[in-house]
């Protein structure tokens, strides 16, 4: 088993990387406030490790309240967040109820959410089956739901007790999911960790043929890359670069996935074609060469990655990224690459230019 810790003084917590760990409830149960969880997971993922997980926690005493959700980044908002609110009234769990995340983000978006405001806050456990949510969405406490105007609107940092990333539901995940989380995977070497993006130029036919021990250092090098990141700027209040450096892409992407409606273009993928749309504009501000933007999108390319975008129209583009959360004052900050394994917030980019990069970035 792999350990890492997100150290936030008194909100410290360790991510645990490893096979099996699902039924290894030794490591989950010194987590627990008291014998009581609400396990939030969705339709699919009940299927698959519910009993798994219930099991091994009722052996051991710990009483569970199930709930259930529909399946999808379309149920990212309120009424699922209902469902979580109304279940643990009905079931009457109280302050000491840990909320478990069994699922990809979504579920862990919600459930950190409901965790976060359920009587004011209650513990947080999450335990993260994409290999998106292992390497991204389950370290660093951001929680929420999406709004018809943009995605992840309304939320709350919250930081869980523990992250239990068990690799072996890996096996299961599809193909299409296990590319969207190698997006936010290479996001990691392009933003700074230059030696990480050369081991995944490397060893990319090892990830997509799901190569347990590839996978496990790469959920590992990507956990470490954001657990500093997170632990130097928690709230993203750093005036420059900070956490804000974990949303290459983000912009971009986030206006792709509000445009065409949630759940069309994974996150993931609306990731990497946002990550080549600010290279792009890198490119066009002197940052980058010709040769590096290509070198990037053949990289998502080879991880079965989409590089071109929906033609929603620039003027649409810019509105949907008016939005965005690094909008301050009114003035748009974009996260660029200043060089490989190097990015910066930058808020001066020509808005000619930037509608460039994207049209540059757009089906024909
Ligand atoms: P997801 O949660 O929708 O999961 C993808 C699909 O895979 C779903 O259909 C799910 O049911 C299924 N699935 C999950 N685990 C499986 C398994 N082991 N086997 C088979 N199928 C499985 O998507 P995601 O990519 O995990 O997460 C995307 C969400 O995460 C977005 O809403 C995004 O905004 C959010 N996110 C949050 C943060 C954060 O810091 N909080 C960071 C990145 C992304
Ligand atoms: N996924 C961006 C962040 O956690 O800050």
């Not at 149960?29 to 997971?41: C, G, N, S, W």
């Not at 993006?197 to 090098?221: P, S, V």
Request: with cysteine; charged share 20%; aromatic share 6%.
């Amino acid at each position: 088993m792999r350990r890492l810790n997100v150290s936030l003084a008194e909100r410290s917590y360790p991510i645990l990387i490893g096979e099996g760990l699902l039924s290894q409830t030794g490591l989950v149960l010194p987590m627990l406030q008291t014998k009581r969880v609400a396990l939030v997971t969705n339709v699919k993922l009940a299927d698959l490790y519910l009993e798994t997980l219930a099991n091994a926690l009722e052996k051991v005493g710990v009483g569970i309240t199930p709930i259930i959700l529909p399946d999808g980044e379309a149920h990212k908002n309120w009424e699922s967040l209902n469902l979580i609110y109304d279940a643990m009234l009905t079931h009457r769990c109280d302050r000491g109820t840990s909320v478990l995340a069994l699922g990809g983000g979504v579920i862990g978006d919600l459930a950190g959410f409901a965790a976060a405001t359920f009587q004011r806050g209650v513990p947080f456990i999450q335990i993260p089956t994409t290999l998106l949510s292992q390497v991204d969405s389950s370290v660093g406490g951001k929680t929420g739901i999406n709004h018809p105007f943009g995605k992840n609107m309304i939320g709350a940092f919250w930081q869980p007790k523990l992250v239990l990333a068990d690799t072996d539901t890996l096996k299961t995940l599809p193909d299409r999911e296990l590319s969207a989380g190698l997006a936010e995977i290479i996001k990691y070497g392009l933003i700074r960790d230059l030696p990480f993006l050369e081991w995944l130029e490397t060893n990319m036919d090892g990830l997509l043929a799901k190569d347990g021990e590839l996978l496990a250092y790469a959920i590992e090098r990507s956990c470490m890359n954001k657990a500093e990141v997170v632990a130097a700027d928690e709230y993203e209040t750093a005036r420059d670069g900070g956490r804000a450096l974990l949303n290459l892409g983000h912009t971009f992407g986030h206006a792709i996935e509000t445009g065409l409606g949630y759940g069309v273009c994974l996150h993931g993928e609306a990731v990497a074609i946002g990550s080549v749309m600010a290279a792009e504009l890198s490119q066009r501000l002197g940052w980058l060469s010709a040769a590096e933007v290509d070198r990037i999108r053949s990289l998502f390319k080879r991880a079965n990655l989409p590089v071109e975008g929906p033609k929603l129209g620039a003027v649409r583009y810019l509105e949907l990224m008016s939005h965005d959360k690094k909008v301050v004052a009114g003035r748009l900050r974009l996260v660029l690459l200043k060089s490989l394994g190097e990015a910066v917030t930058h808020a001066d980019a020509p808005q000619n230019q930037v509608v460039a990069a994207i049209e540059s970035c757009c089906r024909a």
